[in-house]
């Protein structure tokens, strides 16, 4: 882009992709455990001190490097509170195993893979923008992109957090619904209750039939499949 500035901005930024690693594996493992609550507490602290960092440092003049140093001291806060809310949960070991990489080498492989094709296709509009139209056309398309694409950004994480563990677990994973079905007394007659439904797996809704008796939902607190 012809921007001297960003000589020196890129190699600060790039300190993030070391600092992202401190936190990483944390990270992955609260999702895995369905722990959003403290992640989303963590991403909300770190946030807010990004924000008091870039408002000090433009207040003292840093101009552009506010913003930088502000995304820097994110991630930062974001891994180490990760770090020391997780350490001693699962304590870290080091060891080296060769075959113990090899699972993990081949899924990485494909990873890199698909997020480099993905980067391209999802960004490749604002690398022609920014080399043939210039750096000011490209930040007022960059910032309406952002805001178009940020419903996406935030909620597509969280779908796919959950349908992940559901497809790894799906013994575990349950589907709450509410149960309404018609019973019949042979007293009374026809009487409607309302009971909770736990329903361990898809396959129990095409297995429910109207006519369960009162003991089998007494039972199970629900419909055996």
């Given at each position: 882009y012809n921007q001297p500035e960003m000589v020196q901005i890129i190699p600060i930024l790039c300190?993030?992709?070391i600092i992202s690693s401190i936190g990483r594996q944390f990270r992955t493992v609260c999702y895995k455990e369905l722990r959003f609550k403290i992640v989303s507490l963590i991403?909300?602290?770190s946030e807010v001190v990004s924000l008091l960092v870039a408002f000090t440092l433009a207040i003292f003049g840093y101009g552009v490097y506010s913003l930088v140093l502000s995304v820097v001291f994110q991630c930062l806060t974001s891994n180490l509170v990760l770090l020391i809310c997780?350490?001693?949960l699962h304590p870290i070991t080091f060891e080296y195993s060769t075959e113990c990489l090899k699972p993990f080498l081949k899924i990485g492989v494909y990873q890199v893979g698909a997020?480099?094709?993905n980067y391209f296709s999802r960004d490749l509009d604002v690398l022609i923008i920014g080399k043939f139209l210039g750096t000011d056309l490209l930040g007022g398309y960059s910032l309406a992109k952002q805001l178009v694409m940020r419903p996406y950004s935030v909620i597509n994480p969280i779908i796919n957090n959950c349908l992940r563990y559901a497809l790894n677990h799906p013994e575990k994973f349950c589907f709450a619904a509410s149960l309404s079905a018609p019973l019949h007394d042979r007293k009374s007659g026809p009487m409607?209750?309302?009971?909770?439904l736990n329903l361990a797996t898809p396959a129990h809704l095409q297995s429910f039939r109207p006519n369960r008796t009162e003991n089998q939902i007494a039972n199970c607190g629900g419909v055996e499949g």
């Open positions: 300190v993030n992709v991403d909300v602290v997780n350490i001693r997020q480099t094709l409607h209750i309302d009971a909770p």
